[in-house]
């Protein structure tokens, strides 16, 4: 009897272990889903924004966004990067004076000034505005950074070049400061303000180039890309800020279809 009794008890431990086990078993499963739910509403996230100021644009900017073979941004593996020094890129950045504008999708600063350009082979391309992004739109080795800056340039045939840098969190961004101060209601526009562009650009000038698009409508192709390598830091607290103004406004990354980066020194 006593054995029994044993025997039974055993039983109704083991019954207890096993249950135990389903349980966590559901547990992680449900844990698993609820991960994902949100993952999935995150993604969800980032292309509503995206097509909705597709369709804005009308059908020509929806086919080359959806149909386009050399569109922007990529994802970039340093493996498969040739190595090469051309095109020359010669960056030409000071202090210049900009307009700040509050967009519905991003904060774009316009030159007022005009004396800030880049060259391409010795071909000058100024730069007419620059904005941000929330996270980063390219990947470096499946990787985003917190976000991304945009210069934008035009040559005089209307040809268009960006230049991007990474931004990761650290020390906050003494421009962005100023940028970000006039985003809040009741600042004047007409006030420009003056930014230092070089403290945007890293010190460390490996980049890497490659021929895409425009990330948000029409998605005009032929765009020269410069993503430098090295992010700069903005503050944790002025990433929140963009992102509590903005919320997620990058494109996802789109097929190279057979396209090359390159990874070149800017000077
Ligand atoms: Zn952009």
Not at 114 to 141: A, C, R, T
Request: hydrophobic share 35%; charged share 25%.
């Amino acid at each position: 009897m006593a054995m029994l009794n044993k025997k039974r008890k055993e039983w109704k431990m083991r019954g207890r272990v096993f249950f135990a086990l389903i349980l966590a078993m559901c547990l992680s499963v449900a844990g698993y889903s609820l991960y994902e739910k949100e993952q999935n509403q995150h993604d969800e996230e980032r292309i509503e924004d995206v097509y909705y100021s597709y369709d804005e644009h009308g059908p020509d900017a929806a086919n080359v966004c959806e149909r386009g073979m050399m569109q922007s941004p990529v994802q970039i593996t340093r493996k498969d990067a040739l190595q090469n020094q051309s095109p020359e890129i010669e960056i030409h950045y000071g202090e210049g004076r900009f307009e700040i504008i509050k967009k519905a999708h991003t904060a774009e600063a316009v030159s007022k000034s005009g004396q800030n350009y880049i060259l391409i082979d010795h071909q000058q391309y100024k730069l007419e505005s620059f904005h941000f992004h929330l996270p980063s739109e390219h990947q470096v080795e499946g990787q985003s950074y917190e976000m991304e800056l945009h210069f934008v340039h035009e040559n005089k045939n209307g040809e268009q070049a960006v230049m991007a840098v990474f931004i990761q969190e650290g020390q906050a961004n003494e421009m962005v400061k100023e940028i970000w101060s006039r985003l809040q209601d009741g600042f004047s526009k007409k006030d420009n303000v003056s930014i230092r562009l070089p403290e945007f650009i890293p010190k460390e000038r490996r980049a890497f180039y490659y021929t895409g698009s425009l990330t948000t409508p029409p998605c005009t192709e032929g765009v020269k890309w410069i993503v430098f390598e090295m992010p700069v830091e903005f503050s944790e607290e002025q990433i929140g800020t963009f992102h509590r103004l903005f919320g997620n406004n990058s494109r996802q990354v789109q097929p190279l279809n057979g396209r090359k980066i390159y990874q070149l020194t800017v000077r």
